[in-house]
């Protein structure tokens, strides 16, 4: 049997290999189906307050500012796991997602499949976009 080791968070995000933005690539999974949702970028303090709260935060490179999901959408994703890759350049986060996941409104963001001479659009929005950016949550 194998032992178990363990270290430090601190450390081990002080290993991180953040680019030269600080950032990280964050791939967010379905904790039960395996299903991935989407990528997006973590900073060091995203990762420290999704670990303390649970709820995934990201970093908006657009906005330059906290992206916690559903925060304005009520998409919320909730943490179950999270795992740091063999190299410790990108992090998988096991998520239970609530409602869609995609800024189109979709599950996911993984929607567009490429065949050899042509890409397939295999699903549907699940929300309205322009609703999903106009519910009450936004107001908060």
Not at 11 to 19: R, T
Not at 40 to 46: E, H, L, Q, T, V
Not at 65 to 82: A, C, H, I, P, Y
Request: hydrophobic fraction near 40%; glycine fraction near 4%.
């Amino acid at each position: 049997m194998t032992e178990v080791k363990r270290q430090a968070m601190s450390e081990v995000l002080d290993k991180l290999k953040y680019n030269e933005a600080g950032l990280v690539p964050a791939i967010a999974q379905q904790f039960d189906t395996g299903e991935v949702l989407m990528m997006a970028w973590m900073n060091r303090a995203a990762i420290e307050e999704t670990l303390e709260t649970r709820r995934v935060c990201y970093w908006s490179r657009s906005r330059q500012s906290f992206w916690r999901k559903g925060e304005t959408s009520g998409q919320v994703q909730m943490l179950k796991d999270l795992r740091f890759d063999c190299d410790l350049d990108t992090v998988l986060l096991l998520v239970d997602q609530q409602g869609a996941a995609c800024h189109t409104g979709r599950r996911h963001c993984f929607f567009y499949h490429a065949n050899a001479d042509e890409v397939v659009i295999d699903s549907e929005p699940l929300v309205d976009p322009a609703k999903l950016y106009a519910s009450p949550q936004r107001k908060k």
